[in-house]
């Protein structure tokens, strides 16, 4: 409503915004992170099965590269050169351009996925044509599918496939990548906008204390 009346403030319909002062509750940030023994418990049964390898490549790469869901699987064999192990993505959020290292093991799994799926343009396409056409999950459709990957692999309810992002940026973090380096990969701009990622972890916190003992030593 508070867009609306604006709006009618902008074409002189209305003198004032009687929602301008209402204070908006702000949603509580999401914080669940997968573990590493939850990736690969979830890679295993996704790779098992060839109607699921598709979405198992995409969750490969939003965990490996910390990009978003959306992304993935709407990625295009264009975007990668197998011969050198480089991705290029222009994310579709911020328009932001990454350019990331492609890690031995996924590189292979991308060559047996080229070598299955490169008569088309999509990386990991819906295995079944429809319309006589291959297409790239939907998100709805993507999100039904990773949930009975995730049932099969007992992993908790609790997560979600969209937290393998903050996952891979909170594990950067951890490791004490410089901040820089960690925008260079998540494409953001801002260092602001990296902050909702940064978590009070005990890995976190060990590094920085040992790094501090390391003054007196």
């Known amino acids: 409503m508070s867009k609306v009346y604006n709006y009618g403030m902008d074409m002189e319909q209305v003198a004032q915004n009687p929602w301008a002062n209402i204070k908006r509750k702000k949603p509580e940030q999401r ?5 590493k023994d939850n990736v690969v418990s979830f890679l295993d049964v ?3 099965t060839f109607d699921y390898r598709s979405v198992g490549l995409i969750i490969q ?53 080229y ?3 490169k008569f088309q343009q999509y990386v990991a396409p819906i295995p079944k ?3 006589g056409e ?3 999950y939907s998100m709805m459709q993507l999100s039904k599918v990773g949930r009975s990957v995730m049932n099969k692999a007992n992993l908790p309810d609790k997560l979600r496939l969209m937290d393998l992002r903050r996952t891979g940026v909170v ?27 940064m978590k ?17 030593e």
């Open 31 to 35: 914080k669940v992170i997968w573990t």
């Open 46 to 48: 996704a790779y098992s």
């Open 61 to 113: 790469m939003a965990y490996e590269w910390c990009q978003r869901i959306g992304d993935m699987r709407t990625l295009v064999w264009d975007n990668i050169d197998l011969d050198n192990a480089k991705l290029y993505l222009k994310q579709s959020k911020r328009r932001a351009e990454v350019f990331l290292p492609i890690s031995l093991e996924l590189n292979q799994m991308l060559k047996e996925q």
């Open 115 to 117: 070598d299955t799926w």
């Open 129 to 131: 044509p429809i319309g």
């Open 134 to 136: 291959y297409l790239p």
């Open 171 to 197: 594990e950067m973090i951890d490791a004490g990548v410089p901040l820089p380096q960690v925008m260079s990969v998540t494409g953001h701009a801002n260092p602001a906008s990296v902050k909702p990622y």
């Open 200 to 216: 009070n972890t005990f890995t976190s916190a060990n590094n920085a204390l040992q790094t501090r003992s390391k003054l007196y």
